[in-house]
Nanobody, 111 residues
Framework: QVPLVESGGGLVQPGGSLRLSCAAS????????VGWHRQAPAKPRELVAQ???????NYAAAVKGRFTISRDNAKNTVYLQMNNLKPEDTAVYYC?????WGQGTQVTVSS
């Protein structure tokens, strides 16, 4: 069973929105912070947003004000709402908790 499964990626025009989901099996998220990361071609993986178990958040400067991370602890799911998307947001997006990583979901922003 895959511990973390991302979904919600796709192709969107600049200025559009997407909502990513990361569903965890078991209690992987329990009491742990969860992060969304992204990796564009030929670039290192970078942290986009992180949320603690209690709901405190932090964001990379490049996405602050456009992206919102949230979590539903009862559903073992973390979300990333992405608004006003830009071509430079194009990347594979991964969620992470402790040592667990999902398989990633592709986000492409292009006209």
């Amino acid at each position: 069973q895959v511990p973390l499964v991302e979904s919600g990626g796709g192709l969107v025009q600049p200025g559009g929105s997407l909502r990513l989901s990361c569903a965890a099996s078991g209690s992987i998220f329990k009491f742990k912070p969860v992060g969304w990361h992204r990796q564009a071609p030929a670039k290192p993986r970078e942290l986009v947003a992180q949320i603690t178990f209690g709901g405190n958040t932090n964001y990379a400067a490049a996405v602050k004000g456009r992206f919102t991370i949230s979590r539903d602890n009862a559903k073992n799911t973390v979300y990333l709402q992405m608004n006003n998307l830009k071509p430079e947001d194009t990347a594979v997006y991964y969620c992470n908790a402790a040592t667990q990583w999902g398989q990633g979901t592709q986000v492409t922003v292009s006209s």
